[in-house]
């Protein structure tokens, strides 16, 4: 996978560098320098006491968590321009989920101290990051909402719609996920059984609107699978 040159990347809509204004998405960019991950590589450990944020500039990062029976279940997606291990940063306390590399990616570290100041002297950042934190809550109770409004399905087919519009990679045959999703990760991300979730991807593999293989989900149809989610 390319990275995406950084310096003329459209940051995508919702990320927190998407939210700045230049002149404070610059000083933040070019805060400390830039550091590579390879997929697999993992950012932030789960339990650890570490109090730095990381930008991510360009790639895709998976956010996990493991729960007290053991169980890995993914949370989030995060892509370039997202703020991550934030939640430490400000309540000064362990970090709540792992955050692991999926994709080629560049990142920076900047340490507590450095987004204070930064924050104090950009007053507008500040308020963007409450932003980014309050849209991150609203999207768990979402997840809530639709999970006991909707079928699994309908739920699978949203998830779907929702990862293809934000991070889909144009192809001739639709919008290919650009990233490896496995049926368990997309489990955790819809709130169903994996084997209710292989039925329901099979079933919209037979409406003729997704094309599945290893680890891979192509939309072929998405005004289709947007119908599928009641979107």
Not at 42 to 54: D, F, K, P, T, Y
Not at 160 to 189: C, D, H, M, N
Request: proline content about 3%; glycine content about 8%; charged content about 20%.
């Amino acid at each position: 996978m390319r990275l995406v040159d950084v310096d003329t990347a459209t940051w995508a809509p919702g990320t927190y560098l998407h939210r700045l204004a230049p002149a404070a998405r610059d000083s933040l960019r070019g805060m400390t320098p830039r550091r590579r991950a390879e997929p697999g590589d993992v950012l932030i450990s789960q339990g650890a006491r570490e109090r730095h944020v990381i930008l991510l500039h360009a790639g895709i990062t998976k956010v996990t968590v493991l729960t007290s029976e053991g169980v890995e279940s993914l949370l989030a997606i995060r892509v370039g321009g997202d703020l991550i291990g934030e939640m430490s940063a400000l309540n000064d306390l362990p970090r709540s989920a792992t955050a692991t590399a999926c994709t080629p990616m560049t990142y920076s570290v900047i340490g507590r101290g450095q987004l204070q100041a930064f924050l104090e002297q950009q007053p507008s950042a500040a308020l963007a990051l409450a932003g980014m934190v309050a849209d991150r809550l609203r999207w768990a109770n979402q997840f809530r909402v639709d999970f006991t409004a909707y079928s699994a399905k309908v739920r699978v087919a949203r998830v779907l719609v929702k990862i293809a519009l934000a991070y889909g990679r144009r192809t001739p045959t639709g919008l290919e996920i650009g990233f490896e999703l496995t049926q368990s990760e997309l489990a955790s991300l819809c709130g169903a059984a994996e084997v209710t979730v292989q039925k329901s991807l099979r079933d919209l593999r037979r409406a003729g609107l997704i094309v599945t293989g290893y680890r891979t989900v192509t939309v072929v149809e998405l005004d289709g699978l947007q119908q599928a989610a009641e979107l």
